[in-house]
């Protein structure tokens, strides 16, 4: 093999590698935004916050990467379905890391304020965000379409953890009309967090699209 074909084979490896390190990190922004959240914990708040930079960063890098190998190396077929695939599943990690963000913020904001429910809904949901994230990327890296067909069914799950918070918070709200700054800022958590999982559900569709080339609605 080449020297020109061994750097191209790679830039294709490295692509699966800087996208499970991203991945990680949105887990764990995932992680650490709901548990300040649950703590109240402004500091571990601002870690995510601060994070953020970085993701942004890999996921330019990610990017830049993608769109270098697309103009230079003209790629076909299986390859050019992975570089296709991996930039989007790469926005879509942006985009997780963004909510994980924007749950971190309801904290810093809160004060130590939000103590209206005990939240048992919203952390499972980010508990099976985690979860479903670390599986798709190990269908990724080993391009097990079937897999990533698996990760999506936790997503049902997901929904039904949201209708039931979104309720029980509507009921608190209407009770308790002095707590609605709290109540509103929860049920944006909740949907952030909902929205997570649907991002979710677009990278395994990404990756079945990779491996057997079959555009799949999976969400």
């Not at 390190?21 to 548990?35: M, N, P, Q, T, Y």
């Not at 989007?88 to 909510?99: A, M, Q, S, V």
């Not at 700054?181 to 991002?199: I, Y």
Request: proline share 2%; net charge negative; charged share 30%.
């Amino acid at each position: 093999m080449s020297p020109y074909r061994e750097r191209y084979r790679k830039d294709l490896n490295d692509l699966k590698i800087l996208t499970k390190d991203l991945a990680d990190r949105v887990g764990e922004a995932i992680k650490k935004s709901v548990l300040a959240l649950a703590n109240g914990d402004v500091d571990l708040a601002r870690e995510v916050v601060k994070a953020d930079q970085e993701l942004d960063d890999l996921s330019l890098r990610i990017e830049n990467l993608c769109m270098e190998l697309l103009a230079l190396q003209q790629p076909m077929a299986k390859d050019l379905r992975r570089i296709v695939g991996i930039l989007k599943i790469g926005i879509d990690l942006e985009r997780i890391g963004d909510l994980a963000v924007d749950v971190a913020r309801v904290t810093m904001q809160s004060q130590n304020k939000i103590q209206i429910t005990k939240l048992e809904f919203i952390p499972r949901m980010a508990e099976i965000n985690e979860n479903m994230l670390d599986q798709a990327i190990q269908a990724l890296m080993e391009s097990d379409a079937d897999l990533a067909r698996q990760v999506t069914k936790w997503d049902y799950e997901i929904d039904s953890l949201y209708v039931k918070a979104r309720d029980k918070l509507l009921k608190i709200i209407i009770e308790r009309p002095e707590v609605i700054k709290e109540g509103t800022a929860l049920l944006m958590v909740n949907r952030h967090l909902e929205r997570a999982g649907d991002h979710i559900c677009n990278i395994c569709e990404s990756i079945v699209y990779m491996v057997q080339a079959k555009r799949e609605h999976l969400n």
